[in-house]
């Protein structure tokens, strides 16, 4: 029973461990992307969850802003 109770509270601290890491890492790039306007960066997608989702959308993302701005520059020329 000792055992059980361990497991229940150790679980839900490495399992939102996991979870922040990957999540931190995602805003992260999200971050300098911002701050250093580079659109070469990308975010990993190394799950197929909802976070990896979500660092796929930002890949995206980074992508359409980075070619709206190339046509923005060629447009202005």
Not at 48 to 68: F, P, S, Y
Request: proline share 3%.
């Amino acid at each position: 029973m000792l055992l059980s109770v361990a497991i229940a509270t150790l679980l839900p601290v490495y399992t939102s461990g996991i979870i922040t890491s990957r999540i931190n890492a995602v805003t992260d790039i999200a971050l300098r992307v911002t701050k250093e306007a580079n659109f070469e960066l990308q975010a990993p997608v190394t799950t197929e969850d909802e976070i990896g989702t979500l660092a796929d959308a930002l890949n995206q993302l980074i992508q359409q802003v980075k070619r709206l701005l190339e046509l923005q520059k060629m447009n202005h020329k």
